[in-house]
Structures are given as C-alpha cells and as structure tokens.
C-alpha cells in the first residue's frame, strides 16, 4: 500500500498531465481530463490504422508528452521507441509513466526539440508527430526536418485543423489574372483552398497554438514535404508515407532551409 501512495504522490507532484494514463493500482494520472479519456479514446478510434505487429520496427515519438504512444507502440513489439519532447515537465511524467509501467529499460525518453532531429543521426521506421504542428511557429520546417533527417517509412501525424474539410481542385499553375481579364482567380477564398489559419492571440486559453490548417491545407502540406497519404483514419489524423519529395529537381535548397541559401 506504500508503493502505491508514494507513486499517487509522484503523479500529482507532476500534475497538471495531458495525457490520461492508467498506471495500475486505480491510479490514473488525468482523470478529470477535459477530452475524457485522452489520448486512449481517440487511440481506440483510428490505432486500427497502425500494423498491431511493430516487432523489428524502430519508433520515433515527437513531442511525446507523457508517452502514452511511445508506450503503446512497445506495447505493439516495437525493437525500440524513443520519444521526444521540448518541455521537461511532460519529460518527467514519461518517466515516471514508463517506470510504474515497467517500461523504464525499453523506452527512451529525450529532451530534443522537433527542430533539431538530424542530431539524431538515424532514420525510424514510424515517426510519430501527433499534436506538435499547430504549436509550432515554422509548422513546413518542421514537415520538411522530419522527411529530410528522421522519417524512413511510416509518419502518423495529427494535427488540429480548422474550417472546411471538404478538398477542392487547385491547379498546376496559379495565373496572376484569369485568361483574356485583368480578374484575380477568386478561388483563393474558398473554404476548400489549402489553408494555414494564422492565430496571433490565444486559442482555447493557449498561446501555444500557432496554426490551424484546413484539412486541403494539411493534405498539401504532408505532401509538399514528400509524404503520401496512405490513411485518413479521423478527420485530423494521417497516416503517411514517405515519398519522393516534390520539386526536388529545384535543388535541395528549395525544399529543406536547412541547407541553407535559396536555389540559384
Ligand atoms: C498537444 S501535445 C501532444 C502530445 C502527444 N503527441 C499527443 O498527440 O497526445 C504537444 C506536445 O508537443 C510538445 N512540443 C511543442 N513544441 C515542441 C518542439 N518544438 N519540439 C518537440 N516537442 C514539442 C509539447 O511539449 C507537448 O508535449
């Protein structure tokens, strides 16, 4: 009973947690979470997406939080899992997660930043980016770090989106003006464009958040830093693979800044 009060103790020590994980013993670590039981509701709804057989399969968590997936992707056989995370709160709560779960030799947990995974120096066969990309100032910079540095195969990606969910047809080419007029395309202001919505204040109380695309926004995102859409299991969640990368015959400079410098 001793156990189990100090680990009580060490979860609320960490509150307030993201992420709802059942640690055993009744002790749960967001039980008046404001999305129910997050993320394992939502997992239950599009996991079916994911091979449930990872065994031999490395993983790549970003912005793990407090290693609900990383966790169940060992749970799925994964050879190894290692979660990332910006902020050292979420970073303590995987541990203490993971440790209470008896994942504490089999999953790493690492204070990295999205921005800087070539420091990795090694590809993973999924890549998880689940939740990062809306609270990222540079969301392509990011698309473009993980496919050029990180992602060997698989990328399940979700991000919040806003507006229209509907996909319209956009052309190869933008004219300034529409043939024979000096009119504009007015197509730009439909609702099924691909757009970022910009948030310059708070959303939902959170200055975190940055972007909010709409879902032809993601799409052509996902694919402008060379990923193919395999699965579209929930309205904001992707499953994506790796792709040759668009425009490339430009000069890598054209498509990863991270190279520096813009094509001659
Ligand atoms: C909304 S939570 C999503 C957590 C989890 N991936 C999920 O889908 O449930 C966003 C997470 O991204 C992390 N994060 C934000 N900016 C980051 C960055 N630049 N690099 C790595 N992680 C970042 C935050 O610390 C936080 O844990």
Not at 193 to 214: L, Q, S, V
Request: hydrophobic share 45%; proline share 7%; with cysteine.
């Amino acid at each position: 009973m001793a156990d189990r009060e100090s680990l009580r103790e060490r979860v609320s020590a960490l509150a307030p947690w993201f992420h709802n994980i059942d640690l055993g013993q009744g002790i749960v670590t967001a039980p008046e979470h404001f999305l129910g039981d997050y993320p394992a509701t939502k997992f239950g709804e599009f996991g079916a997406c994911l091979p449930t057989d990872l065994s031999g399969m490395t993983v790549l968590d970003i912005g793990c939080n407090a290693g609900f997936y990383s966790m169940e992707m060992k749970r799925r056989g994964a050879a190894r899992v290692l979660g990332i995370d910006w902020d050292e709160r979420y970073l303590a709560q995987a541990r203490l997660a993971a440790d209470a779960l008896g994942y504490a030799d089999s999953v790493e947990f690492r204070r990295l930043s999205v921005y800087d995974v070539a420091a990795l120096g090694e590809r993973f066969d999924l890549v998880i980016f689940m939740g990062v990309l809306y609270h990222l100032r540079h969301p392509l910079l990011a698309l473009d770090l993980i496919r050029e540095h990180v992602a060997r195969d698989l990328m399940l990606f979700q991000t919040m989106q806003q507006g229209s969910t509907e996909v319209g047809e956009v052309p190869e080419d933008h004219p300034f003006y529409l043939p024979g007029t000096w009119t504009p395309p007015s197509y730009f202001d439909d609702a099924t464009y691909p757009k970022m919505h910009f948030i310059e204040k708070r959303f939902a109380g959170d200055w975190t958040n940055w972007w909010a695309p709409n879902r032809a926004g993601s799409e052509a995102m996902l694919r402008a830093a060379g990923f193919a859409i395999e699965a579209h299991p929930q309205n904001d969640v992707y499953l994506c693979r790796v792709a040759p990368v668009p425009y490339a015959e430009w000069g890598p400079a054209a498509v990863y800044p991270s190279k520096g410098g813009m094509p001659a």
